[in-house]
């Protein structure tokens, strides 16, 4: 397996834009999955292969990927989407990033 | 859509052994491979085993293999993990999750609720 590195924490203010990223040295050729985890709550996908968004998922939530770095975009960011966030590929085995922080001020 | 219903967490010592299991309805179970995905307290998510829809193809993360054996039962819908030379380590939030895709484009969805296992004395 390998590395994914997420930043710890992200802030946004309501209404604005939040970019979460991940990188990888093999990103480009394994595909990228976002999960949201709420306290308490199971994880819920809500990206997967880069950019595909699952029935029930707002809008609001993209993702995409360049080089070696994936990104998970909120728009219009709301206080219900504060929550953890993982990337998570799989090469021989899964392998998810270190989480990030999305806080709404 | 699906359901998965995970049973089977509780206490267990150090060096203790426990089996966990998840129920799925909803979908051909038999279809599809699942997998258990854990998160220890204040820590990140981490994959632990995934088993293929047959039961032919098994792959377990390195920190579980030789400790950990993912099986399952399609005539019951059911998949288990039995965890051996249990350790603090290994005391964690459990989830199972129907894996989706193939290989490079494998994601996880739905997740069960979850089942706590606590290695302590």
């Known amino acids: 397996s390998y590395e994914l590195l997420q930043p710890p924490s992200v802030s946004v203010s309501p209404g604005e834009t939040a970019s979460i990223t991940c990188s990888g040295n093999?990103?480009?050729?394994?595909?990228v999955s976002w999960y949201q985890k709420k306290s308490g709550q199971p994880p819920v996908v809500v990206i997967y292969r880069d950019s595909q968004r699952p029935s029930g998922i707002p809008e609001r939530f993209s993702g995409s990927i360049s080089g070696g770095t994936a990104t998970l975009t909120i728009s219009e960011t709301q206080a219900m989407d504060e929550a953890d966030y993982y990337c998570q590929a799989w090469e021989t085995s899964g392998t998810f990033g270190g989480g990030t922080k999305l806080t709404v001020l | 859509e699906g359901q998965l219903f995970e049973s089977g967490g509780g206490p267990v010592q150090p060096g203790g052994t426990l089996t966990i299991s998840c129920v799925a309805s909803g979908f051909t179970f038999r279809n599809f491979a699942m997998s258990w995905v854990r998160q220890a307290p204040g820590k990140g998510l981490e994959w632990v085993a995934t088993?293929?829809?047959?039961?032919?193809?098994?792959n377990h993360a390195d920190s579980v293999r030789g400790r950990f054996t993912i099986s399952r039962d399609n005539s019951q819908n059911t998949i288990y993990l039995q965890m051996n030379s249990l350790g603090a380590d290994d005391t964690a939030e459990y989830y199972c999750?129907?894996?989706?895709?193939?290989?490079?484009?494998?994601?996880?969805?739905?997740w069960g609720q979850g089942t706590l296992v606590t290695v302590s004395s």
């Open positions: 093999k990103l480009g050729d394994t595909y």
């Open positions: 088993i293929s829809g047959s039961g032919s193809s098994i």
């Open positions: 999750a129907r894996t989706l895709g193939d290989r490079i484009e494998t994601w996880f969805d739905p």
